[in-house]
């Protein structure tokens, strides 16, 4: 999940700009969602600075601060090396800036026409589910689910566990940070999936390499997180 930042120190302008996002990703089904919005940029870089997730960041460069969107973006690149950076300001005389502050802006975006606004902000939202899904892709496995019209990718090594669910036909994902109910069966799943998940009991698949501990008296699984699952008593002596 990509997650969202803005920040704008006009709070009409900053309105407009979140109320954009938020359409965008409602109606384009985007697995994003906006974790800020600001007008004080040490608010944003607290923030960021605990954000476990790629971020997308909306930044206006006159920020009424004594750093402004440039220095900010400098700081945001710091903690998110790989996160998606787009200018919105009034200025365009200044686009030139995002070279001489190497911030690697991944667009710059103006407020003169509202219209053409809403337009690339549109754009650079899907533009940046696109880079993720090859950045990530690229770098680790992962597992693509389609949820309520939805497609969701999920690191591997994101995943503790999976779980039948009471809906029939039903899976959930237990994931590090969420849980998602999708479509399918237990059987299906386990030959998609490589050898990191073992089918440890005929309602659960779990993913070996966040398994913290086995309780054999209790026949569970305890995972890294300290959820827990059941485990049958062949797969226990396999474990």
Known sequence: MLNIFVCEDNPSQRERIVQIIQNTVLMEELDMQLVL???DPYVLLDKVKTNENTGIYFLDIDLGSDINGMKLAQQIRLFDPRGFIIFITAHSELSY??????????????KDNPAEMKVKIRECLLNAMERYALQTNKAHKVYTIN?????????????FFFETSGNIHKIILH??????????????????LDDSFVRCHRSFLANK?????????????IFANGETCLISTRMLKEL
Do not use: C
Request: glycine share 8%; proline share 2%.
């Open 209 to 221: 390499n966040n398994i913290r501990e086995v309780d054999p008296k209790n026949r569970t699984i």
């Open 147 to 159: 949820a309520g019209g939805r497609k969701i990718s999920v690191d591997y090594d994101d995943i």
């Open 37 to 39: 919005d600001a007008g």
């Open 97 to 110: 800036m995002t070279f001489q502050y190497r911030v690697e802006a991944m667009d710059f975006v103006l």
């Open 175 to 192: 994931g590090k940070d969420r849980e998602i109910e999708f479509s399918g069966t237990m059987k299906e799943l386990a030959n998609t």
